[in-house]
């Protein structure tokens, strides 16, 4: 689930489908070891080529067209689910992928799968993938880091360089990621995972203005038969699913650098080095996702009596609001007691009603999120957090109104073989990185029921070099993954 | 100041204004002693008439027109200061005073005096009062309660039953004793009180929508010279204020009833005991406030650095939401270490920044009350809050943004005179009563420092008669303080 106030990127679909341009490498100095001769790892399934540069300008124009389909004036961007303007960023998405020359295809919720078809397409299918929903206003940082992103065209990136894969790769546009309109987060990626309770829900579910998910799809062009089942996909379709996302932490931002070869290998560009320079001083280019933390997240109300803030005397009080206090405070300590640095939870809401300054609080609202990479532990806290609220209800003569649970994800790990792929084509373009946990939740959380996963951080405020990198790793990755020996130029075609 | 959700009497002015109606004592049997002879009290200046009734049914055209200057749909009534709805009430009641035979004059922001002339007016005056403006859909209550209440037509009160007063008696419509509009509550008494500051601070006070209180004022009638100096009274205008309100608390109707001669006296009327009788069972009738506690407000925000809920660790965490819940825990602990039971504090307001589930707040607000009868031992604990709040912003790594004393008013104590009065005039009616604190402010507080000052206190939730013993008591005590001998019929002329 992107963070609303962070950065967020929308722009893996279109880097995906503009890929990446490969350049020739400089004359080898033959007296340095190369950098599997240093590491002893096994390189030969990775793309040899040493620097790939990411040309943003040339890109410029196509995010500046996604990003004009915003229900908020420019820089922002206001993208709701199944609106006239996500009808029109679909669109706009699908004419790339059709130019692009993939296949295109759309499920009963929108999710869009642009398939680059492979040199033995029986084989299941290398993807990635990402969403183009934007909750309100947060474009203005989405427009921004378009313009700094790759942006050349998918055709040039296809054909123009030769590159051909052996497994199919396909891009996945996810539907409604963001829980703006229906609050469902990952809506898309849940029901391709293949969520029963989801998929009969939303036959039921409407937004705030009482529109239903099934008209609103319905409007958009989906949801023709009414049956998401059909929506949920085969164990053996993809082999490998690996996305890119900006951290939405402050890990490798703040992390000592760690440079790997920075003054071995200066056969290097003058680019790539550059690079490396900036990162020394400023972290770690690279985050490799090993797990992603579960998610769950609860709601509480508690009421009391209410009354005069001056009238009602302390020992006739039963105050919601002191209760929820009480409970936020428990919810930090619960967390602290599992003495995992894991473990997280946090009340973003906290609401109390009436509201009013001479008013004791006569109802309170708290919203808890609390996640971890082990699902037991979190279920331990959520446990505690249960108990506490109970006990702090009884303690105070307030009622516990509601305690609801709204969703308890498992968590997720990144499959070992792609962790290695990733690693490797971070170390071949000589980038920094750190192994690190997801702590927020992205559609690969639920892609990991149905392909082995793996994700790549790139840090949230970092200089366009960043973004270019990540976006390097990953098309290394998914050439890797791709399975086509490409240890030499031999899969170019020119 | 008027608790929101409670009941909110404005029914004061137009109570005062048909004031009441006196009936004739039953025969008495002369085997049965006195009050007087019972209590060895002194009686003789307390009107000796025994019984009164308060007719509903006759006012309540008056009350129903009152509550149609609205500006929300009946049965609610919003009645914002200075809007036209108030202009609108304001000449209403200035008719009502007016046909009363009450001479009418206003000060500079809108409080409006209807005096009944003494016989000897050059006596400073006994005054009364309460206020007109309705926080949004407050009138509900008022309305309904409107309704049940006296409501005679005071030309008939002043003249019908020849009551004649030595000292005058003034009736004071204070302006914007809710804060609504402009943030400041119980504006036309504090400036009674002489509050320079607030005379200087009013010209550069502004309104929501930027709209200043001069201007509003303007566009009301008033403020004509820009100076509110001119508004403070002279200290030797009043030898007596007295106001009856609602308690806004429980206690009224939680007490175990004292009655007083209930059984000793049966020759009230059936509708004086039955009245008694329904005390017996649900409480007291009449509260006696001996001081009004000492109210301060205090507005914190924290700041803290955000992030989101799964990516943020907890050791890097500055969560300003978990610094506002210590403090509002913190408020609650300072106070019961006073050890006084006339101590009270309250969060009434929390609000955290962004308020997402998936946000650690960035910032949190909270706003406090806290009062006290004894204004020190309130302002120790204003101080050990202040200082909880360092140390919470220190401990978590939170900055302290604001920590804003509101206001810090003293608290008032009702006059013994006064007291007596309101005492034996509960007394001569036969009511039960108890002495007790006024822990929610009213203009009282600031006419306190005026003239010697009382209130009196009927049961929030009761039945029509308990109003009605409300208005007995206050007319009873007007008479007694306009210094009349009245322990005869002589002063009515019928």
Redesign the interface.
Known sequence: ?A????LILHFLLLTFIVFIQAQNVDERDPTIKTMEEHSGYPLHEILSISSFSVDSLNLQKQIDELSSFSDSPAPSVTRILYSENDVLARRFIKNLMAHAGLSVREDAVGNIFGRWKGSEPDLSVVSTGSHIDAIPYSGKYDGNLGRRITNQSANDALTGYGFKPKRSLEVIMFTSEEPTRYGISCLGSRLLAGSVSLAGALKQTVDNHNISFLDAAKSAGYAKNEDFSNVFLDDRIYSAFVELHI?????LENEGCMLFYSFTLPFFTLHIYKCQFTLSLEGVSIGIVTAI?A?A?IKVEFGGS???????????RN?A??A???L??AV?KH??ESRS?D??????????H?????????KSHV???T?DIDEKRRNNVIEKIHESAVEISKRRGVEVLEFKIVNQDPPACSDDSIIKAMESATQVLNLSYKKMI????HDSLFMARKAPMGMIFIPCYKAPEDIANGVKVLALTLANLSNVNVSSQAAFSS
Do not use: C, K
Not at 3 to 6: A, E, G, L, Q, T
């Open positions: 689930m963070f609303r106030f962070s951290e939405q932490g402050p890990i933390a998610p997240s209410g009354g005069h803030a001056g009238a009602v005397l302390m020992p006739q105050d609001g002191l929820a206090a009480e936020a405070l930090e967390v602290l640095i473990t997280v939870g946090t009340v973003g809401i906290l609401e109390l009436p509201g009013a300054i001479n008013s004791i609080p006569s919203e808890i999120d996640r997801s702590r927020a939740y």
